[in-house]
Structures are given as C-alpha cells and as structure tokens.
C-alpha cells in the first residue's frame, strides 16, 4: 500500500500542467472558471488542440488513436484538466458512442466515425431519454421500422445535451415491439441533418440552454447504421454507461470550486471581515474539503483496482462515485452563494461585455447553483445509484 | 499508488482474522467480560503467540518492523470482532511512546514484556479539564534531587485498572495551558502514592479515574525530554487516531453485514423488510459512509509516514472528521433498521453501536477535529 505517485506520473502531471498552461486559449478558461457556458467555437477549438497533441481520445485504443497511458495516467490527465480548468472532451463522441463503435461496430464504421470523433468533425449527441422514459430507460418507444435498406425511425427524445451543435446522434430505438422490455432495442446511428428531425430547445432553471427535444418524423435512416446487432441495443447502452465510472466523481471539478470559493472568501466582506475568517463558514468549507479528500481517495482505491486488475469486475467502492461526488459538487455551489449572500440576485443582463466588471464574477453564481441541481439527477439519478448498491453491492 | 496489501500482509490478516474468528464470537466475547479484570488472558497469549503483540517494534528490540499498514489491518480486525483486550493501551500507544521515544535502557526494560504477553500499558493522559487538548495538563511532576513527584488526577484511562506500567503525561514547568513543560512518565501500576478506582466503560472495555500523590519516580522514568514531549505525544497520540479509524471501519463493516443481514431475512407483510425500497436507500448510504471511511483510515494510515507534522496532524484530523460522521451515521442507522431488538443488549448490533460511539469521543470527535482542520486552512 502506497499513496505516493512515481516519479514518472509525478513529471506527467507536470507535463500535462504545463500543456494545459500554453495552450488552454484564456478566455475559455476565464469563462469556465465562472460557471458561463462556452460557445460551440470555443470547445471545439480547444479539443482541436487537444487532438492536434494526441490527447483528444487518449483512453482509446492506441490503433484507433488512443496513447496507451495507465489508467493512473488517465486519472491525473482528467484532474489536471478538470482543475485548470478546460473543456473535457465532449463525452458523447469520445467517452461514450467511440468505445461502442470500436467495441461492437465493423471495420467500415470505425473507419467512417471514429477519426471523425477525434477530430470533432462530428459533433455527436445522445438519444436515449424520452418523456416517458427516464430512469425507467427501458420502457422507451422511439421505434426503428426496417423498410427495405432503410429504417425508418419515429418518436421523441429528451434531455438531449448540445443537440443544437449536433452532426450526428446515437440513438436507442425500438426495433421489436413484441420482445420484452429490454430485448427489443437496437443502437442505431444517424444525421442530425436527415429529413424528418427537429430539434427544439429546452430552457434550464438557470436561464441556459443546453438540453433540448428532439423530434424523429419519418426519419430514413440507411439500414447499415446500425451498430452492433439488431435488437441487442441495450447490451450497448449497459456498457457505454459503465464505461465511465471514475470521471463522473469530477473531483478536480470540485478542488477547482473549492479554490474559488477560498479566493472570493478572502474578498467578499461579512460583519466586517472577509466571510473566510467567519469560523462557521470555515468549518462548513473545511467539511467539504474532507468529504471530498475522501471522495479522491475512493476515486483513487478503484484506478488502482482497475490499474492492476482490469476494468472487468468493478469495485464495490465505485458506486459510491457518483452520489458523493454529486452532492459535493451541489454543496461547493452552496458555499459560493453563501459567500456572496445578496450580490447572488442581479441576474446577468449584461451578459459577458465586460461593461460591469465589479459584478461580473457575481453573475453565474446562482445560476451555477441552479444549474448543479442536475449533477444527482443525470447519469443515473442518486436514487437509482442507491438501487443499484443495494442490489449488486449489498444483495438485497 | 497502490490499495492493495502484500503477500505478507494478507497472510497477516488471514491469520488473526482466523484466531478471532475461532475464539472471539459473540458468546465467547460475553465469557471475557466476566474474567478478572474484564479481557481474556488466554485471547492475549494466542495474540502474542502469533506475533500480533510484537508488530510494530523492530526486529532489534525482538520484534518484526511492521508498519502503518499492518497495524491497520490488525486493528480492523479488532474492531469487526469488538475485541476488549488492551491492544491500543498496550501495543499501539505503549509501544508507541517506547518506539519513538525511549531510551535504549528503557525499550530493554518495557518492550520484551508488551511482545510476550506478560505485560499491558496504560496511557494517564486526560484530565478533569482538559477535554481534548494534549497539552492541557495539570499534573505536575516536580524535580525532587534526580528524581520526580508526580501530583495530579488523571481519568477514563483505558486499561488503567489492570496495567501494569502507566505512562502518565505531567507538567514539569509552566501553566496548565503552556505547550512547553510537558513529560511523559513510566510509572509502576503499583507505585506508592497511586489510588485507582476501576470501572467498565460504555463499551465493555475497562478504564479507571487513578490519582496521583507524591508519586515517586527515578530521573529514568522520564520517556525523551521530560521539559518538552508535546510533539512525542501528539505523534504517538496520532498513531493511536489512526489506529482507532482503523478500528472503526471494521466495526463499521460488520454493522453493515450484521444489518444486511437481518433486512434479508427480517418478514414484516409477509416479505423480508429488505425488500422495501427506503430500507435498501438507508443500507446504500451506510455502504457509501462506510466506503468513505475506509479512504480516509488509508489515507490517514499512509499519513502517519508524512515527514511534515503539521501535514499528518492535518491529514488524520480529516480522517477522524470522517470517520466520526460516518460511524455515527452507520452505528445509528443499523440500529434503527434492527428496530427493537437493536435496543437490546442481548443483540449483536447495539454493542457495535456503543464501540463506534466511544471511538468518537476519543482523542478528539467530529467537532475538534474539523475545527482543527479550519483553523490550519483546510486540505485543498
């Protein structure tokens, strides 16, 4: 047992700082550090650049342009990057429909997709939400009819994050309505530019748009894009989402956060002094400050796990990933309220011109805070985590 | 960076795994409380038999040099069985002041008796007034020619009434508050001047109040400067933090098992209670405090090699805010899904209960030590 890093990790982590440091464009970087939402452009740049080093798909395969780091490498590229911070590679191309399509696909939809992914020629969203289905994902209706060399798909998808920017969906559809529940759904991939889809935005309590409806009328879809095989769709779904166990901690998200709070605490008055010397308000900061060490620390318990023996069987420890990480998310948000008590309320009509530059730093906080509501919500809401410890990890 | 244990320490943990498993059930445990002085001397010979007492000394003073981690594994061992015999007293904080800060004479004298078996420690630190501050100490040790009178009350020292040496912290200069003019004293359990009065603790375990007068010990009782031992103290203090998150982790785990267990087979409406999905949301979260607990017993094992001492204070102060909410989350809730018999003292699970909770309020709880955590500026 040994906590300390190798001495090669530790000049990776200097390597991957230093990268991050010359070429993380400023203003990206500014824009993250207060809670904006980054415009199409920005991200995309910057994952160019990313890709442009050889880092943009760096858990893939090194054949299909992966780096064949360890995983304990993957997981200080993902806190330094997370810290800094910068964009993380957009998680629909490269985490989650890149792995199935090199896992399950065939030789000429690697060849057609994946450098595709790398490059973000493609921007790919996801399609696997409906109205109606939504932590009961299974009981989706979007169907996929075959009809000749084509499919024809029909239905409605939901929460669909950044199809605005969206080239390309993964969609899970429904492609035999007499097999039980899961049985019938197929992992079928297509252009958000095909006849028959519209896409219609869904505003966020915090005022943003990142989700959206997207609406599938007669949609002809050639009968090759299917991934995989027919009606084993919900195999696929399984893997993609447990294919990223640790990032979803976002612990150097939160380290990041808990930077700025301690910065504005310095800065930001109470009673006559600055709101970090209020010893409640520090024992709150430090609390969370622990829980998330101890996060870091599981977080760290299953990449050594999966460093020595695989990604196969995943550590208990894992699922504990998301809830906690979650709710420190939600509270690092929390504190940032706290600290600038009434300055939360000016909502921000002067958007990012720089024209009020003493408040401007005040202006995502609430809506950072709303916003964040969502972190237990997605990815398996927490409610859904906790079924699934009390079922695979307890046996109850 | 590696979790994982090493070939001998996990030949180490299946071996006292084994021996508690053999001779420390629930009954057997209830058979050791009525002996003479509250613990098993047959358990302890078995622990000394197999090394388990000489762990952490090193192979010239007749033991093995283990580290952090095995005491760790020993202690959690400890904890799933809720074992009662004086390990922290004797070989964790005993040991610990003779490791790090006795004298050549004095580790020849003390140590082969802890590894043997034939002797127990006793650690005469807290005071009427001092609550969790190490350094707030009222008793005086007075130089008297080349020897010290040690005056002053001491209480809930564990083991206190069965040890046969005490190492008792007193003031050799200075204010009650002062952080200099502290030592830390060896004291024969029966020297003139010493009066115990032995009780159970809430926990099964056995502490005693022991006051002091005129108490008369040689200039060689003194473990390192007798004028200045605070940062002797904390670190083996520390050490025994450590040790006890260790032990409540395993105390945790077996709350945990102990209450899956009964949910599973527990009916209430004609279905085992574990079937309702409140019940299984509670287990779940007392699985992730217990997980959560275990990162931070790891990491505040691996901290105790920190060379900076602010660092490692700060680093198992976290750990011990951890570790306190956790087992206080984990130890009230397997009571609660017990329901009634979780009152009884004829179950298992109360007895988890009570341990956990007195490990909170040793060397420091929740409250202390995340205010120690604040005022050193927090982790990140």
């Known amino acids: 047992m040994d906590l300390a890093f190798t001495k090669e990790e530790v000049a990776f982590r200097e390597e991957v700082r230093a990268f991050f440091r010359d070429n993380v464009p400023p203003?990206?970087?500014?824009?993250?550090?207060?809670?904006?939402?980054?415009?199409?452009?920005?991200m995309v740049t910057w994952w160019r650049i990313l890709n442009k080093k050889g880092w943009g798909v760096s858990h893939w395969p090194k054949e299909y342009g992966g780096t064949g780091w360890t995983s304990v490498q993957h997981y200080i590229f993902n806190e330094e990057l997370q810290?800094?911070?910068?964009?993380?590679?957009?998680?629909?191309?490269?985490?989650?429909?890149?792995?199935?399509?090199?896992?399950?696909?065939?030789?000429?939809?690697?060849?057609?997709?994946?450098?595709?992914?790398?490059?973000?020629?493609?921007?790919?969203?996801?399609?696997?939400?409906?109205?109606?289905?939504?932590?009961?994902?299974?009981?989706?209706?979007?169907?996929?009819?075959?009809?000749?060399?084509?499919?024809?798909?029909?239905?409605?998808?939901?929460?669909?994050?950044?199809?605005?920017?969206?080239?390309?969906?993964?969609?899970?559809?429904?492609?035999?309505?007499?097999?039980?529940?899961?049985?019938?759904?197929?992992?079928?991939?297509?252009?958000?530019?095909?006849?028959?889809?519209?896409?219609?935005?869904?505003?966020?309590?915090?005022?943003?748009?990142?989700?959206?409806?997207?609406?599938?009328?007669?949609?002809?879809?050639?009968?090759?894009?299917?991934?995989?095989?027919?009606?084993?769709?919900?195999?696929?779904?399984?893997?993609?989402?447990?294919?990223?166990?640790?990032?979803?901690?976002?612990?150097?998200?939160?380290k990041e956060r808990l930077r700025r709070i301690k910065e504005?605490?310095?800065?930001?008055?109470?009673?006559?002094?600055?709101?970090?010397?209020?010893?409640t308000f520090r024992e709150k900061l430090s609390a969370c400050e622990i829980e998330l060490k101890a996060l870091e620390l599981t977080q760290l318990r299953v990449v050594a796990d999966e460093g020595k023996h695989g990604k196969g069987k995943p550590n208990p420890a894992s699922s504990v990933l998301k809830i906690k990480g979650s709710e420190i998310q939600q509270t690092t948000t929390e504190l940032l309220m706290e600290v600038i008590g009434p300055f939360a309320a000016p909502y921000d009509v002067h958007g990012d011109d720089g024209s009020n530059e003493a408040m401007d730093w005040t202006a995502q906080i609430a809506p950072s805070y709303f916003n964040n509501r969502k972190v237990s919500i997605y990815g398996g809401s927490n409610e859904i985590q906790r079924n699934i410890i009390a079922k695979a990890v307890l046996g109850l | 960076m590696d979790f994982d244990l090493s070939e001998e320490q996990r030949l180490l943990k299946e071996s006292i795994d084994g021996l508690l498993t053999d001779s420390y059930d629930f009954e057997q445990r209830k058979k050791y409380m009525q002996e003479k002085g509250g613990w098993s001397k047959a358990v302890w010979s078995k622990l000394a038999e197999q090394g388990l007492l000489g762990l952490p000394f090193t192979e010239a003073d007749g033991g093995f040099g283990a580290g952090g981690v095995e005491t760790m594994i020993v202690m959690e061992a400890l904890g799933k069985a809720l074992v009662l015999e004086p390990y922290l007293a004797t070989v964790v904080i005993g040991g610990g002041f003779l490791r790090h800060g006795g004298s050549a004479e004095q580790k020849a004298a003390h140590i082969p008796?802890?590894?043997?078996?034939?002797?127990?420690?006793?650690f005469a630190q807290l005071e009427k007034n001092s609550r969790y501050d190490l350094f707030d100490v009222a008793t005086t040790a007075k130089k008297k020619g080349s020897a010290y009178v040690i005056d002053g009350e001491k209480f809930v020292v564990l083991n206190g009434e069965n040890a046969d040496t005490l190492i008792v912290t007193a003031r050799t200069k200075g204010e009650r508050r002062d952080r200099n003019g502290i030592g830390v004293f060896l004291v024969p359990a029966n020297a003139k001047g010493i009066s115990k009065k032995g009780y159970p603790t809430q926990d099964g375990l056995h502490a005693a109040d022991i006051s002091f007068t005129g108490v008369e010990v040689g200039s060689d009782a003194a473990i390192g400067n007798p004028e200045d031992a605070l940062d002797l103290i904390e670190r083996v203090v520390d050490e025994a933090r450590v040790a006890l998150c260790a032990e409540a982790v395993g105390a945790m785990d077996e709350s945990l098992k102990e209450?899956?267990?009964?949910?599973?087979?527990?009916?209430?409406?004609?279905?085992?209670?574990?079937?309702?999905?409140?019940?299984?949301?509670?287990?779940?979260?007392?699985?992730?405090?217990?997980?959560?607990?275990?990162?931070?017993?790891?990491?505040?094992?691996?901290?105790?090699?920190?060379?900076?001492?602010?660092?490692?204070?700060?680093?198992?102060?976290?750990?011990?805010?951890?570790?306190?909410?956790?087992?206080?989350?984990?130890?009230?809730?397997?009571?609660?899904?017990?329901?009634?018999?979780?009152?009884?003292?004829?179950?298992?699970?109360?007895?988890?209960?009570?341990?956990?909770?007195?490990?909170?309020?040793?060397?420091?709880?929740?409250?202390y030590h995340l205010r120690r955590v604040a005022d050193a500026g927090g982790l990140i």
């Open chain 1, 27 to 42: 203003d990206t970087r500014r824009k993250m550090q207060e809670g904006r939402h980054l415009s199409k452009e920005e």
């Open chain 1, 83 to 254: 810290a800094y911070p910068a964009p993380q590679p957009l998680a629909f191309g490269v985490s989650m429909v890149g792995p199935v399509i090199y896992t399950f696909g065939n030789e000429e939809q690697k060849k057609q997709y994946l450098p595709r992914i790398a490059s973000v020629d493609d921007w790919w969203c996801q399609g696997f939400s409906e109205p109606g289905s939504g932590s009961d994902l299974a009981s989706l209706r979007t169907k996929a009819e075959r009809k000749g060399d084509k499919w024809i798909i029909n239905g409605q998808k939901t929460w669909t994050t950044l199809a605005q920017h969206a080239d390309m969906i993964f969609c899970l559809c429904r492609t035999d309505p007499s097999a039980k529940k899961q049985m019938g759904i197929s992992f079928i991939v297509f252009s958000m530019k095909s006849k028959g889809v519209t896409v219609r935005p869904i505003q966020t309590i915090d005022g943003g748009v990142e989700v959206n409806e997207v609406f599938f009328d007669n949609v002809e879809v050639p009968i090759e894009n299917l991934i995989g095989e027919e009606n084993k769709g919900w195999d696929y779904a399984k893997f993609l989402l447990g294919n990223e166990r640790t990032g979803i901690a976002r612990v150097g998200v939160s």
């Open chain 1, 264 to 279: 504005l605490a310095s800065k930001v008055e109470s009673g006559g002094r600055p709101v970090i010397q209020d010893p």
């Open chain 2, 113 to 122: 008796g802890i590894i043997d078996g034939s002797k127990t420690f006793a």
């Open chain 2, 259 to 367: 209450t899956v267990e009964y949910i599973k087979t527990r009916k209430q409406f004609g279905v085992a209670i574990g079937s309702f999905q409140s019940l299984q949301h509670r287990a779940s979260d007392m699985f992730v405090a217990a997980e959560q607990a275990r990162s931070m017993s790891m990491f505040a094992t691996m901290a105790g090699d920190f060379a900076d001492a602010k660092e490692r204070a700060s680093a198992i102060a976290a750990a011990k805010v951890q570790i306190g909410k956790s087992l206080k989350f984990v130890g009230q809730q397997s009571i609660q899904l017990h329901g009634g018999i979780g009152m009884t003292m004829e179950a298992k699970i109360g007895h988890y209960f009570k341990r956990l909770t007195m490990i909170e309020n040793t060397f420091g709880d929740t409250e």
